[in-house]
């Protein structure tokens, strides 16, 4: 077999992997899932030493979410409940991961994004971050060899930021905008000494 030595040959998932800036030992929930693979592939980064729960909203996404982990052999435990009612103890998660690429939040009314949001916040440890990535419509060139969404989703306007900074998230952020997707970081305040 011929191999280009100009072909691009990188892991699909090597951008969310390292946006998301997951580590060995880390403790992560993951929060809606478009895509199977790429929840996996972030997954896979904690080791045996760290957690990886997936909170679907509903059986068909939990479904999605146990293939990509299956297909990676990655171990996921995997929940089914709302995005406003974790099944995890306060303080008990360093990194949570939002997968908006299915509009799971723009879905919500702003009631419910608000209560989810600080639901998060919830079961994040002091100086614990939430990224949501979201999904992005391509233009130039990109729009013609990758088509994408139409649309942005929730995580890429400018409400997701105001959402998780009035809602338990100290310092937020648009990190970047590339290859169709988004990613929003927020970080829970550390508790102040006395």
């Known amino acids: 077999m011929f191999l280009n030595p ?93 997968d908006d690429t299915g509009d799971i939040l723009g879905q919500m009314s702003a009631d419910e994004r608000a209560a989810s949001v600080r639901e998060l916040a919830r079961v994040l440890r002091p100086g614990g971050r939430v990224i949501l990535f979201g999904s992005v419509p391509r233009d130039g060139l990109a729009k013609l060899l990758a088509p994408g969404p139409a649309r942005r989703s929730f995580a890429a306007t400018s409400d997701a930021n105001q959402t998780l900074a009035a809602n338990g998230f100290g310092i937020v952020r648009t990190l970047a905008e590339r290859d169709g997707l988004v990613f929003v970081e927020g970080i829970k305040p550390r508790a102040k000494g006395p």
């Open 6 to 98: 100009f072909t691009r040959r990188t892991d699909p998932h090597l951008l969310a992997v390292s946006m998301t800036g997951v580590k060995m030992g880390d403790r992560v929930a993951f929060v809606g899932c478009a895509h199977g693979g790429r929840l996996a592939a972030v997954a896979a980064k904690v080791g045996l030493s760290g957690r990886a729960v997936a909170i679907m909203p509903d059986a068909s996404a939990a479904e999605l979410a146990r293939k990509g982990a299956e297909q990676l052999g990655v171990l996921v435990e995997t929940e089914v409940a709302p995005p406003a009612a974790l099944p995890l103890e306060d303080g008990s998660i360093d990194l949570a991961v939002v």
